[in-house]
């Protein structure tokens, strides 16, 4: 027997003569109660955000003709719904069946609505799907609506511009995600034009925005056609939307100039989006009376001149986002003043050039700051005072000198990328420090001197890429300290900020209209991996890890701790001089998919543990001094000749040097080995004096031959650090 607790109490169904029934915002389960039928006198029916499933019969609805309100939104209800069932209910004004799994159908048969309704949510509803899904029909007959909600529904056909001329009351229209196509037709006129909410992105809509736009629907307060394909510039006419807070035209193919109207009349924007599109000319040459402005976002598209000092009267701005333009000279020094609470900004990819301005110091509640990808010089901005920071992302610059100290105040710093300056100096000991770091990325500069042990202490990295610089000496072997994808953090790299938009008018229903906006911007960090520079970003980070030191001095051996980073994905210690034996224990990388060894002076056999790692796509060691037979179980049988490349006492496929085979000098534990192809015999020789092994464990390799083609290979594995044993694995093939 299970406990139903969130069941509708049976003497709900006593009450049959009651006006209203909200049992909203509960966690009541099961099939829609069914006594509802008899609820004839109900006005009010709301059974919206609950856990209600089954179908909806039509004969809950056939008496209860005094309906006025009905909310079955946001529970699990399934099954096909004919509008017809409802036809009837002639004093339905509010109606919402939004986001449930539903299929409603509005068209066949024909509809001959009584009712005239103020608010019709219908989102997620796959409406109309098996007939085409057209806007309903019904709506044409619709004088009264308020509120329409059809997004979500793959919906084909035009703009329905004549629900604006025939709903002079109408406010808010979304018509989001769907698949509607063709020009975007306004009426001439309107009587009254008291829209509110225009939200019609993700759409296939094309053709010119309308130039009457402002004038007919000057008290719009959002306006979002993202994510279409309108195309010629912003109709100077918005500047009469004096009430405009959201104006979102990202993800279009737009040109042409920012209308001054748009920055002298749109005085009440808060957000104001316009990038991915092909808008060119200065931003905001003119006078900008925007004082509410907190998100702006001009990022992608072909922006000349400089910054405009007019922005820097925008006091409040959190986010600036220009990124990705052709923007070019200094960075204003008034930048310094642009907000106490400024958290984003944004500059990279332009052709900023010079110096950055101390002032920048002064947005000292900035979380992230990317000003990569231009021409800056001089020393990277020493800012004590950006205790906040999160994310700092210089790379593809000509900064210089050394990694300022003032950073070891940034406690908060998760990613730190300084990719490809001419930063020299060492990598400054206080950079254990910032403990939450997860990504610090120097290739590519003028580091030199040891890769310290306090490192060590970035507890949390995930990606570590030191490579091309100058760094010498060995490999800390208290890396294997470092998480590497041990443990997993995922609000990191999602933080983002949501905020409600309420509309004046009475409509509970709007509030739903939740708009999420802000801080998500995380860029893409590159690393290369598998051989290939991936960019990752967003979550996907919490689940990449790698350690990079290719191409720099390195020496010693490799410290076989580093088989311990069993959560790491990606290791490329190649160009370097490691020397001494691929540690055996890198069995353990268990994660492990690109291993690159290669170009350093290591020695000894690749050891066969190594056909344990599962997920390995991409592994070289060419270019050293490896000897003996290749692996060539598993993931290793897919592995050619480039892999080995370099090594001349390598053997075995997929090189054509075959290992040649010879008759046991030893006695062999493993007699079906003998019939093997090769005759080869492997078995374990432990021996006696084992710390001759230890003596010549950094030798790592003998190498006989004799006049009679007589090859024995000696390997020495080691189990260096993580057992304090040494052991000798023989393998002798000799004729
Ligand atoms: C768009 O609508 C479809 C249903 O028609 C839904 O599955 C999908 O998740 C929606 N996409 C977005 C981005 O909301
Ligand atoms: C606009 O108002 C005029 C009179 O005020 C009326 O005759 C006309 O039908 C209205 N237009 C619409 C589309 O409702
Ligand atoms: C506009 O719509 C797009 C796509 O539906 C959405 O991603 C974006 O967040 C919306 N813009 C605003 C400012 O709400
Ligand atoms: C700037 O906006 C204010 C209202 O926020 C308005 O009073 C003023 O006239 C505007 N200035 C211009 C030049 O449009
Ligand atoms: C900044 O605003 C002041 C008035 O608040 C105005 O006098 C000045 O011209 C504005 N500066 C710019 C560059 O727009
Ligand atoms: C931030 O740094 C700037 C420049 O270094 C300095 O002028 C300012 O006083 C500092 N502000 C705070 C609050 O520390
Ligand atoms: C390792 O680094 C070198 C030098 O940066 C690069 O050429 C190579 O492709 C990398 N190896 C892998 C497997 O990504």
Redesign the pocket.
């Known amino acids: 027997m299970t406990c139903v607790l969130a069941i509708v109490p049976p003497g709900l169904c006593k009450f049959k003569d009651i006006k209203w029934l909200d049992l909203s915002f509960n966690d009541f389960e099961g099939s829609i109660p069914s006594c509802l039928s008899n609820f004839s006198n109900v006005q009010l029916l709301d059974l919206s955000n609950n856990g209600f499933s089954g179908k909806i019969p039509a004969s809950t609805f056939s008496n209860v003709t005094s309906l006025s309100y009905l909310s079955l939104a946001k529970n699990n209800f399934s099954g096909i719904v004919e509008f017809r069932s409802f036809a009837h209910l002639s004093k339905l004004k509010e109606f919402v069946l939004s986001d449930n799994d539903l299929e409603v159908k509005t068209e066949y048969p024909m509809l001959n609505s009584t009712f005239q309704l103020t608010v019709l949510g219908l989102s997620n509803c796959k409406l109309n799907k098996d007939t085409g899904g057209g806007i309903p029909n019904f709506l044409y007959s619709q004088r009264e609506l308020m509120v329409v909600d059809l997004s979500h529904n793959h919906l084909l056909g035009k703009f329905p511009n004549w629900l604006l001329e025939k709903n002079q009351k109408l406010e808010v229209l979304n018509l989001m995600n769907n698949s509607l196509w063709g020009t975007f037709l306004l009426p001439l006129h309107c009587n009254r034009t008291g829209l509110l909410i225009l939200e019609m992105s993700k759409n296939h809509i094309s053709g010119q925005i309308p130039s009457h736009i402002g004038s007919l629907l000057p008290n719009l307060q959002l306006l979002n056609m993202s994510r279409n394909s309108f195309l010629g510039s912003i109709p100077p006419s918005i500047g009469n939307m004096r009430g405009l807070a959201t104006l979102d035209l990202s993800h279009n193919t737009l040109s042409g100039e920012i209308p001054v109207e748009l920055a002298a009349g749109c005085v009440s924007l808060s957000t104001l989006r316009l990038s991915n599109n092909s808008f060119h000319g200065k931003i905001f040459s003119t ?2 009376n925007m004082t509410n402005l907190y998100f702006l976002y001009l990022d992608n598209n072909h922006f000349v001149g400089t910054i405009p ?2 922005l820097f ?1 925008v006091s409040m701005l959190w986010r600036l986002d220009i990124g990705d333009n052709h923007l070019s000279g200094r960075i204003p020094s008034q930048i310094g003043g642009i907000s106490r609470f400024s958290a984003v900004l944004i500059l990279r990819g332009n052709h900023f050039n010079g110096l950055v301005p101390f002032e920048i110091c002064k947005l000292r509640y900035l979380q992230f700051l990317d000003l990569s990808d231009n021409s800056l010089s001089g020393p990277i901005p020493s800012c004590s005072n950006f205790t906040e920071l999160k994310y700092m992302h210089l790379e593809n610059n000509l900064f210089s000198g050394f990694i300022p100290r003032a950073l070891s105040s940034s406690s908060s710093m998760i990613s730190l990328n300084i990719r490809h300056n001419y930063i020299d100096g060492v990598i400054p000991v206080w950079i254990g420090r910032l403990s939450r770091l997860r990504i610090l990325l120097l290739k590519g500069n003028n580091l030199h001197g040891h890769i310290s042990n306090e490192l060590c202490q970035l507890k949390h990295i995930c990606l570590l890429d030191l490579s091309y610089n100058n760094l010498f000496g060995s490999l800390p072997s208290c890396l294997s300290d470092l998480t590497f994808g041990r443990s997993i953090f995922l609000d990191d790299f999602n933080s983002g900020g949501a905020y409600l938009y309420l509309i004046p008018s009475f409509n509970v229903y709007a509030l739903d209209i939740v708009l999420s906006e802000a801080t998500n911007g995380l860029r893409e960090v590159g690393f290369i991996t598998k051989r290939m520079e991936n960019y990752y970003k967003g979550g996907i980070l919490n689940y990449m890890s790698g350690i990079d030191v290719s191409c720099n001095q390195l020496t010693g051996e490799i410290p076989c701790e580093m088989g311990l980073l069993s959560g790491l994905h990606s290791m490329n210690l190649s160009y370097n001089q490691f020397a001494g034996p691929i540690p055996s224990n890198f069995k353990n990388l268990s994660q492990i998919e690109s291993l690159d060894l290669s170009h350093n002076k290591l020695s000894g056999t690749i050891p066969p543990e190594l056909i344990e790692l599962n997920y390995l796509a991409v592994f070289s060691v060419a270019h050293n001094n490896l000897s003996g037979r290749i692996p060539d179980k598993s993931q290793f049988s897919t592995f050619n000749e480039r892999s080995y490349e370099g090594n001349p006492l390598l053997c075995g496929p997929p090189l054509s040097r075959s290992c040649i085979s010879t008759a046991p000098i030893k006695e062999a534990p493993e007699q079906d080995e003998n019939e093997d192809d090769d005759n080869i015999v492997s078995f374990y020789c432990s021996l006696a004096g084992s710390y001759l092994v230890f003596l010549i464990g950094t030798i790592g390799v003998l190498y006989f031959t004799s006049q009679k083609h007589a090859t024995c290979f000696l390997h020495i594995v080691d189990s260096w650090c993580a057992f304090r044993l040494y052991k000798l694995y023989g393998l002798f093939s000799c004729k």
């Open positions: 006078y900008l000092p007019s009267n």
